[in-house]
């Protein structure tokens, strides 16, 4: 009796460990990586690439952007829909050049990269998260 008891005992301890490390085991497992890119300008002139990924709630992005160096600028643009709205902003570059962000609440992740300004020479429009 005393051994039928203690192997119950014993087995219902090792199923609520289990129990307890399933949420765990689970958030590391939805840990993913996405890899996108090139991504050119509608002149093929720059392109970007990166690499968005979420960890304890919160979406990172590392970027590279590359173009010639000397004279007209590239620029990558991000559209984040975060907290119920919608931001963009961007960042331009000669040469090559890496950067990164990062922000909670985000649902939505898209890019563009434009060549010589702001809003000139873009390409297509890519969602990355």
């Known amino acids: 009796m005393r051994k039928t008891f203690a192997i119950a005992a014993l087995a219902g301890s090792m199923a609520v460990t289990g129990l307890a490390l399933s949420p765990a085991a689970a958030q590391a497992s939805t840990h993913s990586t996405t890899t996108w890119g090139k991504f050119f300008s509608s002149d ?71 060549w010589a300004g702001k809003f000139d020479n873009c390409g297509k429009k890519y969602r990355i998260y």
């Open 44 to 114: 093929g002139k720059a392109y970007t690439f990166g690499k968005t990924w979420k960890n304890h709630g919160k979406v990172f992005t590392k970027w590279y952007g590359v173009d010639k160096v000397g004279g007209k600028k590239g620029w990558v643009w991000f559209e984040v829909y975060q907290n119920g709205h919608w931001t963009r902003f961007n960042k331009a570059w000669d040469g090559k050049v890496a950067g990164a962000w990062s922000g909670r609440g985000i649902k939505k992740v898209y890019t563009f990269t434009c």
